[in-house]
């Protein structure tokens, strides 16, 4: 529905374009690889997203794309058409928060690209998982370098990741497995 080629590498941001998301350093991040064949999505809203949308268009129109709104039923297919999905956050946001978009990612059974501090909870469940690459919110060789071996891989090697990522989030941040703990808590404090 977005005129992306058949034959591009498709990576995916899709959530908050807010102040700590870090999108805008994403596109100009993406601008410079040396990818012609790489597209970014950006699906979602935000404050920054304007912003984005005129640096995208200065570092690399035509390239980036923007899916907006994103309806919460398009979830399931925005996130699954991706060859990568890219989660960035600003600084060293990542060693405060653990964005609730990685579990939306991990459910989406795609490899996850994570720029984090390596040192954050984020950066530790992308790890465990097994579902992609950590990588410094403000490392772009690094970035290159891990967007470059997604690509290189097959895309039965991506969907291994990413069904990795899934088994994770099933094991460990599904309603079955953390509502009882909670409802134990609240029951113990009653």
């Known amino acids: 529905s977005q005129g992306i080629a058949d034959g591009a590498f498709l990576m995916i941001y899709g959530g908050n374009g807010g102040a700590a998301a870090g999108v805008e350093e994403l596109i100009e991040s993406f601008a410079r690889l040396e990818m012609p064949e790489a597209v970014l999505l950006v699906a979602g809203?935000?404050?920054?997203?304007?912003?984005?949308?005129?640096?995208?268009?200065?570092?690399?129109?035509?390239?980036?794309?923007?899916?907006?709104?994103?309806?919460?039923?398009?979830?399931?297919?925005?996130?699954?058409?991706?060859?990568?999905?890219?989660l960035p956050?600003?600084?060293?946001?990542?060693a405060v928060s653990v964005p609730s978009k990685l579990i939306s990612y991990l459910l989406a059974s795609r490899p996850v690209l994570l720029l984090a501090e390596e040192d954050s909870e984020a950066a530790s469940i992308a790890r465990r998982s097994g579902v992609g690459w950590v990588v410094s919110p403000d490392d772009e060789e690094t970035f290159a370098a891990a967007v470059t071996t997604a690509r290189d891989l097959s895309p039965a090697e991506r969907q291994a990741m990413g069904e990795a990522g899934r088994r994770h989030a099933v094991e460990h941040f599904s309603r079955a497995v953390c509502l009882p703990p909670v409802v134990a808590i609240l029951r113990g404090a009653a």
Do not use: N, Y
């Open 89 to 94: 956050t600003r600084g060293r946001q990542s």
């Open 45 to 86: 809203e935000g404050a920054s997203l304007s912003r984005c949308e005129e640096i995208a268009h200065r570092v690399a129109p035509g390239r980036v794309i923007f899916h907006r709104p994103w309806k919460e039923e398009e979830t399931a297919a925005v996130l699954g058409s991706a060859d990568l999905l890219v």
